[in-house]
């Protein structure tokens, strides 16, 4: 109730996690936004967990198609940024089938939403340890790669190693 009355007073509600690959914490998150007052009343969550902004269109395709194939959550987490094996956790892909299967289930104005927030990632772009290690070094920036392609605000989770990375020395 506490952070779903949170949203009677401010648009944005921010909640950090805990460390990335931990599970509990997105069974909380189910908890709050399968809630009928969170899907009723605000409907958007934003996640820097699962990939990449250039993912948006494949996660929203899973979403809209009410089939929940996870096959499609497995093809964006193999892409997730960073890691060249995918995430490798079962908390997203678990997460986001249930709101899948939540959506389907619902009215159209009460399906949440998911919007992924990460930098954008582009493997095909990495052909080699030298391409890879230039982005890598950007990465922690508060403006990586091509501002174009990035977000340029930050609503995320977990933002503590942005700024371990970007204070003034």
């Known amino acids: 109730d506490y952070i ?22 997105w069974d909380f998150l ?7 007052r969170f899907r009723t009343r605000v409907g958007a969550f934003f996640s820097e967990e699962g990939g990449s902004v250039k993912n948006q269109q494949e996660l929203d395709s899973f979403l809209d198609d009410g089939n929940c194939d996870p096959a499609k959550i497995l093809g964006i987490l193999r892409d997730y940024p960073i890691y060249p094996e995918g995430w ?16 389907r289930n619902v009215p159209a104005g009460e399906r949440v939403g998911l919007f992924l927030t990460d930098v954008y990632w582009d493997w095909n772009g ?10 890598m070094a950007d990465i922690d920036t508060l403006n990586p790669g091509d501002k174009e392609k990035n977000r340029d605000n930050i609503i995320g989770e977990n933002i503590a190693h942005v ?5 003034p020395k």
Do not use: G, M
């Not at 990495?126 to 982005?135: H, L, Q, V």
């Open 126 to 135: 990495i052909k080699d340890k030298e391409t890879y290690d230039k982005f």
């Open 88 to 103: 490798y956790r079962p908390n997203v892909f678990d997460y986001w089938n249930k709101v899948c299967r939540l959506n």
């Open 30 to 36: 189910y908890s709050l936004t399968s809630d009928k």
């Open 163 to 167: 700024f371990e990375n970007n204070l």
């Open 4 to 25: 779903l009355n949170l949203f009677n007073t401010y648009d944005i509600v921010v909640i950090a996690s805990t460390d990335h690959r931990e599970t509990t914490q």
